[in-house]
């Protein structure tokens, strides 16, 4: 297997885990509006990722996979933004999310560094 197939397989895997790991985060809620209401929003972002990045991997062009691409980038910063909510508003302890918060740091770190490669790419070759 290729290092850059290799690469996206393991990026592939850890966006899929960390929707599994939202999941079962949200699950875990009490049942009050407020919870719902970020958990759905959070259960969606998180799913985005995922589903959008196994799109990102089956691009026909490179500026497909960019446009594609660029829908992960925003997805997962979404993801994070309610994390942060879920911390700001007091709803869940910000240690119980360490963990998870981190690997969304990195995989959007990942994918944002992807999307700038492949953007001085597009850019390089028009």
Do not use: H
Not at 58 to 77: G, H, P, Q, T, W
């Amino acid at each position: 297997m290729s290092e850059k197939i290799e690469f996206a397989q393991v990026l592939a895997d850890r966006t899929k885990w960390l929707a599994i790991r939202v999941i079962k985060l949200v699950g875990k809620f009490p049942n009050k509006v407020e919870y719902w209401i970020i958990g759905k929003q959070l259960i969606r972002s998180a799913t985005s990722v995922a589903a959008n990045y196994r799109a990102v991997r089956r691009a026909r062009s490179s500026k497909e996979f960019l446009a594609k691409l660029n829908i992960v980038v925003e997805e997962c910063d979404e993801t994070l933004f309610w994390m942060e909510m879920l911390e700001d508003a007091q709803l869940i302890e910000a240690s119980s999310m360490k963990d998870l918060k981190v690997e969304t740091m990195e995989v959007l770190s990942v994918l944002a560094k992807s999307k700038q490669t492949m953007t001085n790419k597009l850019r390089g070759a028009g």
